[in-house]
């Protein structure tokens, strides 16, 4: 494949640009195929579909399968980094908002004036 070829087959992880994936954010489809593979064991033939349509088959191995663990920096600095990022951004959003509502006109119909917000669109 012309994604894989320049690294041995390895795939890259389109979020992270790392050759981990989280079992839990892969695509159902290939998380029905590793899933239960151990280290080096070799998938079943799988059918895929690129964006123009053209049909290939994978194989896939497991190269290192990491086991739930308590997060360690050493090991797991790109999540730590991806999380700490997250929550800048949310800070930063969240920060926005409050000086953003305070000059803004919102119109809140009265149905929805009860509802509980998580930020301040009523202006209390």
């Not at 494949?1 to 389109?14: C, D, I, Q, S, W």
């Not at 579909?49 to 194989?59: A, E, H, P, Q, V």
């Not at 990491?66 to 090991?75: E, G, M, P, R, S």
């Amino acid at each position: 494949e012309k994604e894989t070829r320049a690294n041995g087959g390895t795939l890259v992880n389109p979020n992270t640009q790392d050759t981990r994936f989280e079992l839990t954010k892969m695509d159902p489809t290939l998380y029905s195929q590793v899933s239960n593979l151990k280290d080096d064991e070799v998938s079943q033939p799988l059918l895929n579909t690129d964006d123009k349509g053209k049909k290939t088959y994978k194989l896939i191995t497991v190269t290192n399968r990491i086991d739930d663990h308590v997060a360690d920096y050493a090991k797991d600095y790109t999540k730590i980094k991806e999380l700490a990022l997250k929550e800048k951004q949310i800070n930063a959003i969240a920060k926005w908002f409050d000086t953003k509502i305070k000059d803004t006109y919102i119109k809140i119909i009265g149905e929805y004036r009860d509802c509980s917000f998580a930020n301040n669109w009523l202006k209390k």
